[in-house]
């Protein structure tokens, strides 16, 4: 299970934990290759090299969790080529627009944004389920990299939605990313292992800088 540390909008990955290693190809998908210990499924035991950057290794920051809100029209709303152009003039190297429910299409922010080895616009959305019980949870997953939209999700706990949100974004072609679990506290480590199971690396949010999100615990809750 990989950690990403989402601090005022920036992608940093937990050092000494584990490792993702950014890249913006010319084709314009974003790839995530990451080194972690060997918690993984098909992982070797950890050692101090597995956690070391490789000496030609190139790191770009970014931003995964970004919304225009568009597919929340109780939300104010903004413009995505508002939003995008924000992080680049602030010289982040890209930026995915994921609004909740919602597929932003990325070709006319592609045509006026990317440009190659210094900015990339990634496809991306959040699907998003509320009122998941018990607890009136809210349990949304980031998905990263997709080519198209997402189906809604369904599912009768967590666990279910969580699996469901992850499993619709792989068929999109995306990467999915459990969000901000301590909102409404709605997950736990045993809804992040039960859900997505995948032989491959399955990533989570842990830091968000939005209001309520209770990164650092509270009321018995973990952060």
Do not use: C
Request: net charge neutral; aromatic share 8%; glycine share 10%.
């Amino acid at each position: 299970m990989i950690s990403l540390l989402n601090v005022k909008r920036r992608l940093v990955p937990r050092t000494g934990w584990n490792e993702a290693q950014l890249t913006m190809p010319a084709a314009g998908r974003l790839l995530i290759a990451a080194l972690a210990m060997g918690s993984l499924p098909g992982s070797g035991p950890s050692s101090s090299s597995a956690a070391e950057t490789p000496a030609n290794a190139t790191w770009y920051k970014g931003v995964v969790h970004a919304h225009a809100n568009w597919g929340a029209p109780q939300l104010p709303t903004t413009a995505p080529d508002v939003v995008v152009r924000w992080y680049r003039e602030h010289n982040y190297n890209f930026v995915s627009v994921t609004d909740l429910n919602y597929y932003t299409p990325p070709q006319g922010l592609k045509a006026l944004f990317d440009a190659p080895g210094r900015f990339l616009v990634v496809p991306g959305t959040e699907p998003s389920m509320d009122r998941v019980q018990p607890g009136n949870k809210i349990v949304d997953t980031i998905g990263i990299g997709i080519s198209g939209s997402v189906d809604p999700p369904t599912g009768d706990s967590v666990a279910a939605v969580l699996d469901n949100e992850a499993k619709a974004i792989r068929r999109a072609g995306g990467l999915p990313i459990a969000a901000h679990p301590n909102l409404t506290y709605a997950l736990t480590p045993s809804d992040l292992l039960a859900s997505d199971q995948t032989p491959g690396p399955r990533f989570f949010e842990v830091w968000n800088t939005e209001p309520g999100m209770n990164n650092l615990g509270g009321g018995g809750k973990p952060s």
